[in-house]
């Protein structure tokens, strides 16, 4: 790409324009989509042939439908073209989404949709971007300022959050590259040099400070000149009363105390990105494997194969892989046994033996012998893995999720499962898993969530009444109680 990526907003007259391309190239692919879809692809393509929308029915969004049809359907085009290495087609069809989403209204604030298409064709540009990267002929200084520009050029900012998350991508994505180059040394102090500053200036949620501080280390040794140089602005989460303004807090109050949901649905819609942005860099759960909770056993003790396997396993000895595939074997059925031999390929197989592994765990956890209450580890390496295959990341929330209903699991199942739902904007969890979290910035969100709900007087939900306290406890400068 040997120009900045713009996304120019479509008017309804480029729309039109462009519908029979569009159309052409959906109807084309057709047999590509899954069955549930596919009649529904095929119902919109065919509406919008026969008879396509003017201007003016575009404007007023009676042919919206159709156009939101086409424009996840152009969304999966573009996903499956950025796997196969075309990015600059599956941009275009990104585009083309984000534009029939957006439905040729200016004022129209970034959708759920919208969103959604920004942040798949990020992930192609950035993945795209960090392999020239690898070669050499780009810098992540320079790929943040192209992502910036493109979500700039589509919605006129570039929102906190977003912002949080691409540097999130970029630095996961630039360890990867440097942890496989190690055995080249100059290409480990390239990739370093030219980095360096962009890394150490990132601002990065708390759970990438370890890989931060990786890059310091090593900067200080194979490029002490650029590691000096480089200023660290990252950035920690605020106090809110740092972070909201007085104006907002004043909003609130009034809203609050009168009841009115749309005020404070307002009041709180202007500060909401800032305190996500907050929220997500508290958040510094990592989705790692981890040693499952539970132990085989015989007849009352430990099962001696069980034994001999973890002693090896502790020991980071990869014959254990081989004695807890026997173990496997002899106990197929038991799920605390696809469980152990599935955490051991985490750690001793190939990467293709991930598929191994979701197989394992899925039989593991639809078995009618699985103990839920116990098998919280189960769920949360799943889910670890599921993230690991772009086509299956969006089912890890799912999967993980259920462990909530059971009291076994740690802090950071319930952390990753917030995270992931503001990740995806899964709206349907949200509003559940801001009231129970321990962050103020969820329950003020919370509050934000349940007030685009109501359309006159509030109830005496469990964000109001926090909010309330969160107030009166601002005044006597004490911290409100947790709900």
């Avoid at 008017?11 to 590509?32: F, G, M, N």
């Avoid at 200016?106 to 020239?132: I, W």
């Avoid at 007087?457 to 309330?468: C, E, G």
Wanted: hydrophobic share 45%.
């Amino acid at each position: 790409m040997d120009r900045a990526i713009e996304w120019h907003f479509w008017s309804a007259e480029q729309i039109v324009d462009a519908l029979p391309d569009l159309v052409a190239t959906v109807e084309s692919r057709l047999e590509d989509f899954p069955e549930e879809h596919r009649e529904k692809n095929q119902t919109a393509v065919q509406s919008l042939r026969e008879a396509p929308p003017t201007a003016p029915q575009i404007r007023d969004g009676s042919r919206s439908r159709e156009l939101v049809t086409l424009g996840f359907a152009l969304d999966v085009l573009g996903r499956r073209t950025a796997a196969a290495g075309r990015v600059d087609e599956s941009l275009r069809r990104f585009q083309a989404a984000h534009e029939m989403f957006r439905g040729g209204s200016p004022l129209l604030r970034a959708t759920q949709p919208m969103r959604q298409t920004v942040s798949n064709a990020l992930k192609a540009l950035v993945g795209h971007a960090v392999t020239r990267c690898q070669a050499g002929e780009t810098t992540v200084a320079a790929i943040r300022e192209e992502v910036e520009g493109l979500v700039r050029s589509a919605w006129g900012l570039v929102p906190p959050q977003l912002r949080l998350g691409v540097n999130e991508m970029l630095l996961n994505e630039l360890e990867r590259i440097r942890a496989a180059g190690e055995s080249d040394p100059a290409f480990h102090e390239r990739i370093i040099r030219d980095n360096i500053e962009a890394v150490l200036a990132m601002e990065i949620p708390t759970r990438l400070e370890k890989v931060r501080r990786r890059w310091e280390e090593i900067g200080e040794q194979v490029a002490p000149a650029a590691a000096r140089k480089a200023q660290r602005t990252l950035r920690r989460p605020e106090d809110l009363s740092a972070l909201v303004p007085p104006a907002a807090w004043s909003a609130i109050r009034q809203a609050v105390e009168r009841g009115d949901a749309e005020a404070l649905g307002q009041a709180l819609e202007e500060v909401a990105d800032q305190l996500e942005m907050n929220l997500r860099l508290r958040l510094d759960a990592r989705a790692e494997y981890r040693e499952p909770a539970s132990e085989l056993r015989v007849t009352g003790a430990p099962d001696p194969a069980f034994v001999e396997a973890r002693g090896l396993l502790l020991r980071q000895d990869p014959r254990a892989l081989d004695l807890f595939n026997d173990i496997h074997y002899r106990r197929s059925s038991n799920t605390i046994a696809k469980e152990w031999y599935a955490y051991a390929l985490t750690l001793f197989g190939r990467a293709t033996d991930i598929h191994d592994v979701i197989e394992l765990l899925e039989d593991a956890i639809a078995s009618d012998r699985f103990r839920a209450e116990r098998g919280w580890t189960a769920r949360w390496n799943l889910a670890c893995a599921l993230r690991r295959l772009p086509s299956r990341a969006p089912d890890a929330l799912d999967v993980l999720l259920p462990a909530l209903e059971h009291d076994a699991h740690t802090a950071e199942v319930f952390e990753l499962c917030l995270l992931w739902a503001l990740e995806h904007d899964r709206q349907n969890v949200l509003g559940l898993l801001y009231l129970t979290a321990r962050y103020h910035e969820a329950h003020l969100l919370a509050a934000e969530l349940s007030s685009k709900k109501r359309k006159a007087r509030l109830d005496k939900v469990a964000a109001q009444i926090f909010l309330q306290s969160f107030l009166d406890a601002k005044d006597r400068n004490l911290p409100p109680q947790p709900m």
